[in-house]
């Protein structure tokens, strides 16, 4: 693959967005260096049930948005400054490790990958669906619901959020899955200049280098203002652990924040990302036992050129490439008491270019915003916090495919020109019915329609035929509109004054994708020519769990029991390397998540008491997750899958334990282990399986002053043999994506 990552250039300008404090809280207005996280076995989290009061200047710190989080009636996870830079950070395997529920399968060790909350994109073999990502509460991704993560730089952002179903509404009821949320660093939590190097296994080499600064006060007119700003630059390189997976990403994450006196901001977001890839290609589960690192073979197909493969011997030399640029602006303005507006628009570009079975080329034109609007005075006497909101979104996606022959584009097969449109509204109070007691309600509506002209080349409109490209052959795809209503209910009781019993029902829904809808090929193996014949798929989902911490904050705990009706359900296949897309009748989604953190024993080695004792923790997450057809699923008269088998693509238990031991010196280690304790099916007819697996890694780091960190890092020091992703119903059973094995990475951070 041809390496175009060259150093970050400021290109056309974009990014997004949004400054928005969490779950109503709105944006902090803050005057000192932010509050130092700190793990949960440190110190747990207090959930107290507090009333939202938005007057004057606000500070909004960890412990307030964990208290807003408190209110919330469903599960949600708060991670911490601290857990995000004591971590490799490469990828979102390594900071939601212990967030049940959640699963992140880096594909070859890159930073793209799986990514479901809840089974919500088992289906999706790459890339994710189900799941809203958010700038600090900006919608980031396509309009029509698509977003790719590799362009997340974990460091820029100093906490991250996640969100289990609609318990958040204005975060994502239109997505079954959840949403996670980046809240990245402002001027008032950075360092003046910050430094940070790791080195390790398979040549990866990953820097950062960030600045960040509040001005002194000065004068606007009449009012007094503040400004900040906060930049981060970054790149890393790998070779990669399988042959040909050689991979290089440079990014950009910048903000500027002027405060005009006590009630409004104006805060610009800037987001550029440039990633170059190889693809190696999956294994069959022969080849991954066989030889791991080996490039993933293809079959031959029977016209010759179709694919960058075409003998049974030669691999395939796919690359991927594409270049991201996001702008936004955020505007908040406290006009009343108690009361608050913010305004956000962004537009975004993105350039891609992929040669799989085709090689294509791709740019997407995005804009969108966020209008809302939060009022917590009270009513009837009661505490309560309203919020209303209107997101509109617009986008443009122009492609071109040619016929890819060893890799580089033949003849013209297809260019097609897609528009989406999305509206939502979504309403929602909770309200404070006895002091240990909110009652949430709300509801949002969301609109989506989807257009495309598609041009195709070749014989009889074929696409996929590498001949002489003859008449083309022109399509108007029907303009397609998919709307839905989705309530919701829930409550929240506190149990003790830091404990919570919560519950939660709700409706989502989601469209499909344009890369569903314009799949190459039916679920028939035929050539599609237009749109998939493709519903939206919708959920009822009703989620019971309990959360709190002890009174002396030894311990903390989150056990959630959910159900999750789906009806639709959008599946994925392989065939013939070749996603396409089909609805299932019913499916279901049931679980249970447990997750936790515990001081064990303080004073095991060093004792003093007055912060010289040393501690030994321990934090837990346990899944276990139940999905099932509901209904038998064909596709053109063939059985994909039969009423009870199991959708393929998770465990049904996972189990993620950590102990960890800090000594007052300031250093600290910690093993933890991933244990897949049951196999799971890789196709719908439950025919083959991925087999469990067992991995042990180690951790450690030492605070030598409180500018100069050391971090050091073994993975899978077993040297096991696993697939670390999966392709789902692949037709020729190439499913496994090989994980890494046995490694090591060492880092240095240093803050001026």
């Known amino acids: 693959m041809a390496t175009r990552c060259g150093w970050l250039k400021f290109c056309r300008s974009v990014v997004t967005i949004g400054v928005v404090s969490v779950m109503g809280a709105g944006l902090g207005w803050s005057e000192s260096k932010a509050q130092e996280s700190v793990t949960p076995a440190e110190e747990p989290a207090v959930l107290e049930m507090a009333p939202i009061h938005v007057e004057g200047q606000r500070i909004e710190n960890v412990e307030s948005v964990k208290k807003e989080m408190a209110r919330r009636p469903g599960s949600n996870i708060l991670i911490e400054e601290k857990q995000i830079v004591e971590s490799r950070a490469m990828n979102l395997n390594d900071v939601l490790q212990f967030a049940p529920g959640v699963r992140f399968q880096s594909r070859f060790g890159a930073d793209e990958g799986q990514f479901q909350i809840r089974g919500t994109s088992l289906r999706n073999n790459y890339h994710h669906r189900g799941i809203n990502i958010l700038i600090n509460g900006i919608f980031f991704g396509d309009a029509d619901g698509f977003s790719d993560f590799e362009s997340i730089d974990l460091l820029a952002y100093e906490r991250i959020e996640v969100y289990k179903g609609a318990n958040a509404l204005r975060y994502g009821a239109n997505t079954i899955g959840g949403a996670i949320n980046f809240v990245p660093r402002t001027g008032y939590s950075a360092s003046i200049l910050q430094m940070r190097f790791i080195a390790g296994s398979f040549g990866m080499v990953s820097g950062q280098v960030s600045s960040g600064k509040v001005s002194e006060p000065f004068k606007i007119g009449d009012m007094n203002a503040t400004a900040d700003y ?74 010759p050129g179709f694919f960058a493969c075409v003998t049974n011997n030669q691999t395939c030399q796919w690359g991927r490439y594409y270049n991201l640029q996001r702008l936004g602006v955020a505007y908040h303005n406290e006009f009343a008491v108690n009361q608050f507006v913010e305004i956000i628009p962004y537009v975004s570009n993105q350039y891609t270019d ?25 009513l009837f006497g009661m505490n309560h916090s309203f919020t209303a909101g209107l997101q509109p979104r617009y986008g443009n996606q122009k492609q071109t495919r040619n016929v890819n022959i060893n890799g580089t ?33 709300g509801g949002r509506w969301d609109h989506s329609s989807r257009e495309a002209t598609i041009q195709n080349y070749g014989p009889a409109g074929n696409p996929f035929d590498p001949t002489i490209p003859s008449t083309p052959t022109t399509a108007q795809r029907p303009l397609r509109h998919f709307d839905a209503l989705n309530p919701k209910l829930g409550f929240v009781y506190r149990t003790t004054p830091t404990s919570q019993l919560y519950f939660n029902a709700s409706r989502s829904y989601e469209a499909p994708l344009n890369v569903e809808l314009l799949s190459s090929v039916n679920a028939n193996g035929s050539a599609n020519t237009g749109f998939l014949n493709l519903d939206a798929q919708r959920a009822w989902q009703f989620e019971l769990g309990h959360r709190g911490t002890s009174a002396d904050k030894r311990y903390s705990w989150d056990v959630t029991v959910y159900d999750l009706e789906m009806q639709k359900e959008l599946l994925a296949s392989v065939i013939n390397n070749q996603d396409t897309f089909q609805n299932a009748g ?25 912060g010289k004792e040393d501690s030994l923790q321990t934090r837990v997450a346990y899944t276990w997750s139940r999905f099932k057809f509901t209904d038998d699923v ?24 950590e102990l960890r031991y800090d000594h007052p010196d300031k250093w600290w280690v910690a093993p933890n282990v991933e244990w897949s304790l049951s196999g799971f099916y890789v196709d719908y007819l439950n025919q083959v399986k991925n087999p469990s697996y067992f991995v042990l890694n180690l951790k450690s780091g030492w605070n030598i002053t409180d500018r100069l960190t050391l971090y050091a890092e073994g993975r899978n020091l077993t040297n096991k043999t696993y697939a670390g992703s999966v392709v789902v119903n692949d037709s020729l059973n190439r499913f496994a994506n090989p994980a890494q094995g046995i490694s090591a990475y060492g880092g240095i951070e240093y803050k001026f």
Do not use: C, W
């Open 409 to 441: 584009a033949g003849a013209l097969a297809q260019e097609y020109r897609a528009k989406s449109t999305y509206i939502g509204a979504y309403a929602e109070d909770a309200l404070d019915a006895t002091k240990d007691l909110t009652i949430v309600i």
């Open 586 to 610: 019913g499916t279901r989604h049931t679980g249970v998540e447990a997750g936790g953190a515990m001081v064990l024993t303080k004073g095991l080695f060093a004792q003093g008491g007055g």
């Open 634 to 657: 064909y596709g053109a008269g063939t059985l994909i899958a039969k009423d009870g088998n199991t959708i393929a693509g998770a465990p049904e238990h996972s189990l993620n334990l």
């Open 230 to 303: 906060y930049i981060s630059v970054s790149g890393n390189r790998q070779d990669g652990f399988q042959d040909h997976s050689q991979q290089a990403r440079e990014r950009i994450n910048a903000n500027v924040g002027l405060q005009l006196g006590t009630h409004q901001e104006i805060r610009a977001y800037f987001l550029q990302s440039v990633v170059s890839e190889a693809i190696p290609g999956a294994l069959t589960n022969q080849q991954l036992f066989q030889n791991r690192k080996q490039v993933g073979g293809q079959t031959p197909f029977p016209v």
């Open 354 to 378: 992929h040669p799989i079975f085709q090689t294509y080329r791709q740019n997407t034109q995005n804009v969108g915003g966020e209008i809302r609007y939060v009022n917590t005075n009270q």
